[in-house]
Nanobody, 123 residues
Framework: QVQLVQSGGGPVQAGGSLRLSCLLS??????MGWFRQNPGTEREGVAT????????TYLESTKGRFTISRDNVNNTVYLQMNNLKPEDTGTYYC??????????????????WGQGTQVTVSS
């Protein structure tokens, strides 16, 4: 059984930083990712990373500002978000998949989801 428990998030001013954490319970996960969603819009991929920490992949608009990382000792995936912009506002979800397809543009392979956490960036 796979469970994902998120922490972090909250309000921040533009230009600030936040770190999201996602604790994974379960085995054989091949890829984990972070996604975000606003009311009335589709969930979009922000970043993904393989379970061995390789091939971090980012949404174009977050490159150079966000960093996804994996701590396999603590079974935790992080999303460090720097230089936040108002358009980064949304509910952020971590996700996990058994698939070896590991790309934030391919949301359909992600089967397991965290509870979501709100990030609000004010200008």
């Amino acid at each position: 059984q796979v469970q994902l428990v998120q922490s972090g998030g909250g309000p921040v001013q533009a230009g600030g930083s936040l770190r999201l954490s996602c604790l994974l319970s379960g085995t054989n996960i091949k890829c984990m990712g972070w996604f975000r969603q606003n009311p009335g819009t589709e969930r979009e991929g922000v970043a993904t990373i393989y379970s061995d920490g390789s091939s971090p992949t980012y949404l174009e608009s977050t490159k150079g500002r966000f960093t996804i990382s994996r701590d396999n000792v603590n079974n935790t995936v992080y999303l460090q978000m720097n230089n936040l912009k108002p358009e980064d506002t949304g509910t952020y979800y971590c996700a996990a998949t058994f698939s070896t397809v590991c790309d934030p543009r391919v949301i359909g392979v992600f089967r397991y989801w965290g509870q979501g956490t709100q990030v609000t960036v004010s200008s």
